[in-house]
């Protein structure tokens, strides 16, 4: 199992990256993992996967069957996850409304990269808890970020000087989002300014400036809420997910949790109003700490419950121990709501132990 995460940890960003786990019968729990909608990586080899290539083609990104959900081949249930990975975001310049921006990053999960020449600014990035500071010119900064399709560039700076040379670098760089702030005199002065030095037209006309979502924000926290509720929304219309956060893999794939049970759980039907979208993931750790949520609640409660009796099962000779099972939460009808589970929706928790 760990050679799966280990795989996942290996894949390329920049690619569309799948994972697929059987749900029926004597087959459950095995897994495969595509790139570019290529198999190279699977649990079983020569098995269900690589014998029934041509249909998992469909369920692949860009396939018949839509990129995440579950597919039925030849009369199996097959979930296709769609592998996005951990969110960065990279905001160039530490002032006032700079602030706000890491903090919520934080709060939301990114990875959050500050770009600043100035010690006394960069200073404040580190203590507002950013993920790394960058004291250097805003040209050394960049150069030091490849940027990839999960990459979220916030330009804030000074002046429209830096926003400049931050922008012209930007554009040439693989991201999900590029927001600039400013009028909208001084961001069109900016706009021509890349585009005479060669910057591509297709690139600019995607700029989201004035940055951030139109609430009347004044103050800097005020615009922050603005300028990452802009990124949520961003990302969400292109249904990116995270797949396996970094903590996660962290988890996963450090030694010194050699030989100790873990459950991941991962959401693979949803109906209703339910919390959390397919694919969402949470790992249970033996102690019952998790990385990740599932929507909290008294839902994932009874799935954390459910994952530490696994855990704690293999340890026990009187109880038959499982690797992997789906737990059915129903959060409709009366008992539901006395115990708080007021969503209404209904969802499928796979969960396996690793």
Not at 27 to 36: I, K, T
Not at 159 to 183: F, N, V
Not at 258 to 263: F, K, T
Request: proline share 4%; glycine share 12%.
């Amino acid at each position: 199992m760990l050679d799966f995460y280990r795989a996942v940890s290996d894949c390329d960003p920049d690619k569309k990256n799948m994972a697929a786990v059987i749900l029926d019968g004597p087959l459950l729990g095995q897994r495969a993992l595509f790139s570019d909608n290529c198999l190279v990586w699977e649990s079983e080899e020569g098995g269900f996967f690589s014998k029934n290539a041509g249909e998992l083609a469909k369920a692949l990104p860009g396939g018949e069957s839509g990129s995440k959900g579950l597919a039925e081949i030849n009369g199996v249930r097959v979930f296709c996850d769609r592998l996005g990975q951990e969110m960065e975001l990279v905001i160039c310049g530490g002032g006032h409304v700079s602030m706000p921006v890491i903090r919520i990053g934080l709060m939301l999960g990114c990875r959050v990269t500050v770009l600043e020449d100035r010690p006394q600014f960069a200073d404040h990035a580190r203590r507002a808890g950013a993920t790394e500071v960058l004291c250097e010119s805003f040209e050394a900064g960049l150069d030091r970020i490849p940027g990839n399709a999960n990459t979220y560039f916030v330009i804030v700076t000074r002046g429209h000087r830096h926003d400049q040379t931050c922008l012209e670098r930007i554009i040439k760089k693989p991201h999900a989002y590029i927001g600039m702030i400013g009028s909208r005199r001084r961001v069109a002065t900016v706009k021509d300014s890349v585009l005479e030095k060669g910057g591509d037209p297709e690139v600019l006309a995607e700029l989201y400036s004035p940055i951030g979502l139109d609430i009347g924000a004044e103050t800097p926290e005020e615009i922050g809420v603005a300028i990452m509720a802009q990124i949520i929304e961003v990302k969400n219309k292109k249904r990116r997910t995270w797949g396996y956060s970094k903590d996660m893999l962290r988890q996963i794939l450090d030694p010194a949790m050699e030989g100790q049970r873990r459950v991941m759980a991962t959401i693979v039907t949803r109906r209703g109003s339910a919390p959390r979208d397919v694919g969402t993931k949470m790992l249970v750790l033996p102690e019952g700490r998790c990385v990740g949520t599932i929507g909290g609640g008294c839902m994932e409660g009874a799935v954390i419950r459910e994952a530490l009796h696994m855990i704690r099962s293999s340890q026990d000779p009187d109880i038959e121990s499982q690797e992997i099972k789906l737990c059915h939460v129903d959060m409709t009808g009366a008992d539901a709501e006395d115990e708080g589970m007021v969503c209404g929706g209904v969802v499928d928790v796979l969960l396996e132990v690793l």
